[in-house]
């Protein structure tokens, strides 16, 4: 497969979900999701920073909303500082707002948020979660979402992860065991977003993830593997 930035056209869980020792391909490109705003605490601001800079010291570009607002900005910033290639996929009306950053190495405007995520998800090989609000959390279960059932672009499956700073995401997941418990999802498909605090350590997790081999279906004679 060719690199789609230049093709013409353009179009509370045990470590073993951990893999530490990568085992595919590198990853050429990561769509960091992260919120428009700040939030209260200097751990998300550092949380992203690290990101940003560990992007930029393994030569992994990012891809993102392409804002220079909150944490989104902040992102950017770091990755940009660190050397990282950056990527940004923003909306019409959030351009024409005066929202694009305007330090980017690259930027794409397009028609709507629809599809923004899915240039974003066809860009990338991984996806990332940083705290954010609503449109972060919808991201990161969307890219989930398709990888549970093998739909992403070009690739059945791609890994997705969050970096738990500070513990934003302790409660995403006891709301996931939750489903599991209650026989919405199957576990390995909660274990399949990969959750670490350590910037470095998630991005040798998603770079070695395995997809699961379940299927997403439960039957009523079936556990879940809870
Ligand atoms: P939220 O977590 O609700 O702040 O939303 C952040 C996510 O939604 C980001 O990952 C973006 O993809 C998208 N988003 C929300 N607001 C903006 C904005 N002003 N500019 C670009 N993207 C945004």
């Known amino acids: 497969m060719g690199d789609p930035l230049h093709d013409a056209g353009g179009q509370g869980h045990p470590a073993p ?3 530490s020792t990568p085992s595919q ?3 050429q490109r990561v769509a960091v999701f992260c919120g428009s ?3 209260h605490s200097s751990h998300y601001d550092e949380a992203t920073r690290a990101l940003g800079r560990a992007l930029g010291e393994r030569g992994i570009g990012l891809v993102y909303g392409g804002t220079h607002m909150g ?3 902040v992102l950017a910033d770091a990755a940009l500082e ?3 290639e950056v990527t940004g996929i923003i909306n019409r009306r959030l351009h024409d707002r005066g929202h694009l950053h305007t330090g980017l190495t690259r930027h794409e405007i397009v028609a709507d948020m629809r ?3 899915a240039r974003m998800g066809e860009l990338a090989d991984a996806f990332i979660a940083l705290p954010g609000g609503l449109g972060t959390l919808e991201e990161l279960f969307e890219a989930a979402t398709l990888t549970q059932l093998g739909d992403h672009h070009g690739r059945a499956a791609k890994a997705c992860g969050a970096l738990n700073g500070g513990g934003f995401f302790d409660p995403m997941r006891a709301l996931l065991d939750r489903a599991v418990a209650e026989g919405f999802m199957k576990s390995a498909h909660n274990d399949m977003i990969v959750m670490s605090a350590d910037p470095h350590q998630l991005l040798d997790a998603l770079a070695g993830w395995q997809a699961p081999v379940v299927n997403k279906w439960i039957t009523p004679s079936q556990g879940t593997g809870s």
């Open 25 to 27: 391909a590198p990853l």
């Open 115 to 117: 599809v923004r995520k």
């Open 37 to 39: 705003n700040f939030g």
């Open 82 to 84: 660190a050397g990282a």
């Open 17 to 19: 979900s951990l893999v």
């Open 71 to 73: 944490l989104m900005g």
